[in-house]
T-cell receptor, first 119, second 113 residues
Framework: AQTVTQSQPEMSVQEAETVTLSCTYD???????LFWYKQPPSRQMILVIR??????QNATENRFSVNFQKAAKSFSLKISDSQLGDTAMYFC????????????????FGKGTKLSVKP | DGGITQSPKYLFRKEGQNVTLSCEQN?????MYWYRQDPGQGLRLIYY???????QKGDIAEGYSVSREKKESFPLTVTSAQKNPTAFYLC????????????FGPGTRLTVL
């Protein structure tokens, strides 16, 4: 069974600085998807960034980028120029492609990292 | 505006009662999902539906039931058989199960008194 581990329950960063959130996962699959979701105090889940495992290039979305290390099964999120609005819970998630058995389209989440951006 | 709505935002239930959480989407998505979130935990899949009149159990389906009579609606019933129903419930949808991006609703907080 796939598992996702986020080893940092809480982190803090000063505004305008850079922070990296860690995520490791366990799977025997070769093809899959990885995601980072943000959950602010409103509790709305917002997709931050996604990565297809077959792509070697790391995904980037404005100030957010990932470091995807497939062999190490690591998927960290880097937030540059941190802003107060980045304060939220961040969840790493894994998804098997359809037709690989089990719950299709099932997102498997880590327990989250609570990020606080301080002024 | 296109999106996913969940109602109510807060719900209180007495022990032994069934309660139904609403989820509606106007994104014309085929696939819909229900997740449960407990404090300090990530989300766990309860049920999902790939298409109208079809649904499948997720990882924690015991004590829950769903229906999918319309494309835009996927209500979740929390039955009295669910031993620990107090949690935050999130509904999501995607164009299809094969499309990996899921969009989430704002959630419903259920508290059993």
């Amino acid at each position: 069974a796939q598992t996702v581990t986020q080893s940092q329950p809480e982190m803090s960063v000063q505004e305008a600085e850079t922070v990296t959130l860690s995520c490791t996962y366990d799977t025997s699959e070769n093809n899959y998807y990885l995601f980072w979701y943000k959950q602010p105090p409103s509790r709305q889940m917002i997709l931050v960034i996604r990565q297809e495992a077959y792509k070697q290039q790391n995904a980037t979305e404005n100030r957010f980028s990932v470091n995807f290390q497939k062999a190490a099964k690591s998927f960290s999120l880097k937030i540059s120029d941190s802003q107060l609005g980045d304060t939220a819970m961040y969840f790493c998630a894994f998804m098997k492609p359809v037709n690989y058995g089990g719950s299709q389209g099932n997102l498997i989440f880590g327990k989250g990292t609570k990020l606080s951006v301080k002024p | 505006d296109g999106g996913i709505t969940q109602s109510p935002k807060y719900l209180f239930r007495k022990e032994g009662q069934n309660v139904t959480l609403s989820c509606e989407q106007n994104l014309n998505h085929d696939a819909m999902y229900w997740y449960r979130q407990d404090p300090g935990q990530g989300l766990r899949l309860i049920y999902y539906s790939q298409i109208v009149n079809d649904f499948q159990k997720g990882d924690i389906a015991e004590g829950y039931s769903v229906s999918r009579e319309k494309k835009e609606s996927f209500p979740l019933t929390v039955t009295s058989a669910q031993k620990n129903p107090t949690a935050f419930y999130l509904c999501a949808s995607s164009i299809s199960v094969s499309q990996n991006q899921q969009f989430f609703g704002p959630g419903t907080r259920l508290t059993v008194l």
